[in-house]
């Protein structure tokens, strides 16, 4: 088993940056890579951005190229997501995933999951 705890939302203003961690436990050995995804009510789990846990390879959704950058830490276990001029649309719920068989857009294909983050950003 592998344990995702993520942290780093709140509320912040349109143009603020955030960085959320995703810090991993158990048995991390089995990681392949770890994914970002949010959520808000009514709409789907979206893919944001996704790292190889050992060759640091990265996956992006075009939605947030240039704003989202995914970042990892192997010896604290932990992957980050900055996010940079923050828009009201980024409001949502952020997940933290970990993938044991590859880098998937898919949130079915994922193993593990945190409980996630909410992030709020007004105008």
């Known amino acids: 088993q592998v344990q995702l705890v993520e942290s780093g939302g709140g509320l912040v203003q349109a143009g603020d940056s955030l960085r959320l961690s995703c810090a991993a436990s158990?048995?991390?050995?089995?990681?392949?890579?770890m994914g970002w995804f949010r959520q808000t009510p009514g709409k789907e789990r979206e893919f944001v951005e996704a790292i190889e846990w050992s060759g640091g390879n990265l996956h992006f959704a075009d939605s947030v190229r240039g704003r989202f950058t995914i970042s990892k830490d192997n010896v604290k276990k932990t992957v980050y997501l900055q996010i940079n001029s923050l828009e009201p649309e980024d409001t949502a719920v952020y997940y933290c995933?970990?993938?044991?068989?590859?880098?998937?857009?898919?949130?079915?294909?994922?193993?593990?999951w945190g409980q996630g983050t909410q992030v709020t950003v007004s105008s």
């Open positions: 995933a970990a993938d044991r068989n590859g880098a998937s857009m898919m949130p079915m294909d994922y193993d593990y």
């Open positions: 158990g048995r991390t050995s089995e990681i392949y890579a």
